[in-house]
């Protein structure tokens, strides 16, 4: 009798540790590449070289700044579409938003918001992954990790619409 008991003990202890091994490190996200290529995601083609007319009007080189022919497909939408490439890399607020962004700061600013929500994410990352380290299936958890925090529209414009708030119509729910 304790020799069964012994050896279920054992058979569960091998189970468990069997499964252990079958978690992936990146609990809450579940990407892998089984292909033993390259990742074709990871190749960006880059532009024809260009002989330039002048030596002297080229930039200083900067260890890992920008090269000239490399893609920047962001800038070449907006060109393409009759915009102005330079205003992807303006930074401030433009005059058009001051308004807005003085009225979204009136009750004070608290410069460290982003640091802080960060290291409160990766605490609620690591509680939520902390079940997950036995994944035989290799399910992605990640939505269902956030689900409860998750807005549901609808819920959210009813919501206002029985609080008396004028709100843009959406489309009919299909099933």
Not at 69 to 81: F, I
Not at 96 to 110: C, E, F, I, P, Q
């Amino acid at each position: 009798m304790k020799m069964a008991r012994a050896r279920n003990l054992v058979i569960g202890c091998m189970t468990l540790g069997l499964l252990a091994a079958c978690g992936s490190d990146e609990r809450l996200r579940s990407f892998r590449n089984t292909s033993p290529g390259p990742e074709e995601f990871n190749v960006s083609p880059t532009k024809p070289l260009e002989a330039p007319t002048n030596i002297a009007s080229l930039p200083v080189p900067t260890p890992g700044g920008a090269n000239r022919v490399d893609q920047n497909p962001k800038a070449d939408a907006v060109a393409a579409l009759g915009g102005s490439a330079a205003a992807l890399s303006r930074t401030g607020v433009p005059a058009s938003d001051t308004a807005l962004v003085s009225y979204a700061g009136r009750a004070g600013l608290d410069p460290s918001i982003r640091p802080v929500l960060a290291a409160e994410d990766a605490e609620f990352r690591r509680r939520e992954a902390s079940w997950t380290a036995l994944n035989p299936f290799n399910i992605d958890r990640y939505y269902r990790a956030y689900k409860d925090q998750a807005i549901e529209p609808r819920e959210v414009a009813d919501a206002f619409r029985r609080a008396g708030v004028k709100t843009p119509a959406y489309p009919p729910e299909y099933d």
